[in-house]
């Protein structure tokens, strides 16, 4: 009876430490960390470059792909089953590639400092701003600048009053969000997109067909012809 009541004990206290555990959880809105599960290659060779295809871990795949007219993008849902990936796309007009932006404020302040996370809290390398000369309206093709080796982007704001995504620059300019650097210390974008490939120009969101490959160790194939190579993700 002894051994029996206290088995019962030390399940309860268990329980209770786990609902106390869970509902702290809760309360601080604590969220699974996402993580690429695989990462895929297509070289092309010169100078078209690469395809490049991520599999996360919340069953969403992105599809990222340089041409001569900008970034081409696909976004779509993944499954696996035996051998087979199945890849169902989403309808590009349902994408939403707007960052979520926070703004540090600073007044006194001579520079601003740019950083940019991607889907996966990464630091996103492929990110190019295209800031805006004080005094001028346009922006100028030569004004671009991408993150340093401690991925961040630096604008003075004795140079420039402004600056907008590359990505986000389309060909008749409409509709461009600007960001001002006046009262501004440090912005911080979190851009829903893996950091594979770049997002240096302007992008086109297609839509993928649904459809499968086969999985092996090296790579996914198209019956016996392999169309994506398996690589370390970046």
């Excluded at 869970?22 to 599960?37: D, T, Y």
């Excluded at 490939?197 to 839509?207: H, N, Q, V, W």
């Amino acid at each position: 009876m002894y051994s029996t009541i206290n088995r019962k004990s030390v399940a309860l206290k268990g329980a209770v430490v786990f609902l106390a555990m869970l509902f702290l959880s809760f309360v601080s809105g604590a969220q699974p960390v996402l993580k690429r599960v695989k990462y895929y290659q297509v070289d092309h060779g010169f100078p078209f470059g690469y395809d490049h295809l991520s599999l996360s871990s919340d069953h969403y795949y992105f599809f990222t792909a340089s041409t001569e007219s900008g970034c081409v993008l696909a976004k779509g849902t993944w499954a696996i089953k035996g051998d087979q990936l199945y890849m169902k796309g989403i309808d590009s007009s349902t994408v939403n590639l707007q960052p979520r932006v926070e703004l540090i404020k600073g007044a006194t302040t001579e520079w601003v400092t740019i950083k940019a996370y991607d889907y996966f809290g990464k630091p996103f390398r492929g990110l190019t701003i295209r800031p805006v000369r004080r005094g001028e309206e346009q922006l100028n093709e030569f004004d671009q600048l991408s993150p340093d080796t401690l991925n961040t982007i630096r604008l003075s704001k004795k140079e420039f009053s402004r600056f907008c995504l590359a990505y986000q620059v389309n060909s008749t300019l409409d509709s461009i969000p600007f960001y001002e650097l006046e009262d501004v210390e440090q912005i911080i974008f979190y851009i829903s997109w893996p950091e594979a490939g770049a997002l240096d120009r302007s992008t086109r969101i297609i839509t993928f067909k649904d459809g499968s490959f086969t999985i092996k160790k090296d790579g996914l194939y198209e019956k016996t012809k392999k169309v994506y190579t398996l690589k370390q993700a970046p």
